[in-house]
């Protein structure tokens, strides 16, 4: 099973700064790693599909990159309601998918 | 616009099994597949298993094979996940999501399964 290590666990940062999350694969899962938003009492919400695409209606501050087994959600410029706790997720043996730990955005 | 609403909670004792139902509306139920994924309190996502809404073909993750079971109801547009011998780390809220096979772009607003005696 491939298993997805995100970093770092909790991250305390203030709106307006920049937010970069990192998601380790275990193993090559090519491009297909997607993220996802998770606020409390809420179900996910898809940010980020096969490494890059954004969702539709997710903000242009929201982006992806990576290939292989390091990939990266960054968030240009931190507004208040994007403080979430954020999974990555892989789909390299669809319909098998596995999740990360998750990252904890936290105000500073 | 597309939307699965779920059932309601559940409080099962130990042993018991439940049936959460997740009914789909807005896009062609029959090509897109259903994924369901739980998650216990305060802990991260675990993706259980995942039916095809055209023909019911399964994948389940090896940790829940031989103890759920996923369906689907095309005539009303609805899918179940049946999951077996209830134990109290069962407790979570399970999630249904709907597989564009590149994600999971939609999901059901999570149904609250306790096990307890």
């Given at each position: 099973?491939?298993?997805?290590?995100?970093?770092?666990?909790?991250?305390?940062?203030?709106?307006?700064?920049?937010?970069?999350l990192?998601?380790?694969?275990?193993?090559?899962?090519?491009?297909?790693?997607?993220?996802?938003?998770?606020?409390?009492?809420?179900?996910?919400?898809?940010?980020?599909?096969?490494?890059?695409?954004?969702?539709?209606?997710?903000?242009?501050?929201?982006?992806?990159?990576?290939?292989?087994?390091?990939?990266?959600?960054?968030?240009?410029s931190?507004?208040?309601?994007?403080?979430?706790?954020?999974?990555?997720?892989?789909?390299?043996?669809?319909?098998?998918?596995?999740?990360?730990?998750?990252?904890?955005?936290?105000?500073? | 616009?597309?939307?699965?609403?779920?059932?309601?909670?559940?409080?099962?004792?130990?042993?018991?099994?439940?049936?959460?139902?997740?009914?789909?509306?807005?896009?062609?139920?029959?090509?897109?597949g259903?994924?369901?994924?739980?998650?216990?309190?305060?802990?991260?996502?675990?993706?259980?298993?995942w039916?095809?809404?055209?023909?019911?073909?399964?994948?389940?993750?090896?940790?829940?094979?031989?103890r759920?079971?996923?369906?689907?109801?095309?005539?009303?547009?609805?899918?179940?996940?049946?999951?077996?011998?209830?134990?109290?780390?069962?407790?979570?809220?399970?999630?249904?999501?709907?597989?564009?096979h590149?994600?999971?772009?939609?999901?059901?607003?999570?149904?609250?399964?306790?096990?307890?005696?």
């Amino acid at each position: 099973e491939i298993v997805l290590t995100q970093s770092p666990v909790t991250l305390s940062l203030s709106p307006g700064q920049r937010a970069t999350l990192s998601c380790r694969a275990s193993q090559s899962v090519s491009n297909y790693v997607a993220w996802y938003q998770q606020k409390p009492g809420q179900a996910p919400r898809l940010l980020i599909y096969d490494t890059s695409n954004r969702a539709t209606g997710i903000p242009a501050r929201f982006s992806g990159s990576g290939s292989g087994t390091d990939f990266t959600l960054t968030i240009s410029s931190l507004e208040p309601e994007d403080f979430a706790v954020y999974f990555c997720q892989q789909r390299s043996s669809w319909p098998q998918h596995t999740f990360g730990q998750g990252t904890k955005l936290e105000i500073k | 616009q597309i939307q699965l609403v779920q059932s309601g909670a559940e409080v099962k004792k130990p042993g018991a099994s439940v049936r959460v139902s997740c009914k789909a509306s807005g896009y062609a139920f029959t090509r897109y597949g259903i994924s369901w994924v739980r998650q216990a309190p305060g802990q991260g996502l675990e993706w259980m298993g995942w039916i095809s809404g055209y023909n019911g073909n399964t994948d389940y993750a090896q940790k829940f094979e031989g103890r759920v079971t996923m369906t689907t109801d095309t005539s009303t547009s609805t899918a179940y996940m049946d999951l077996r011998s209830l134990r109290s780390d069962d407790t979570a809220v399970y999630y249904c999501a709907r597989d564009s096979h590149a994600a999971f772009d939609s999901w059901g607003q999570g149904t609250l399964v306790t096990v307890s005696s």
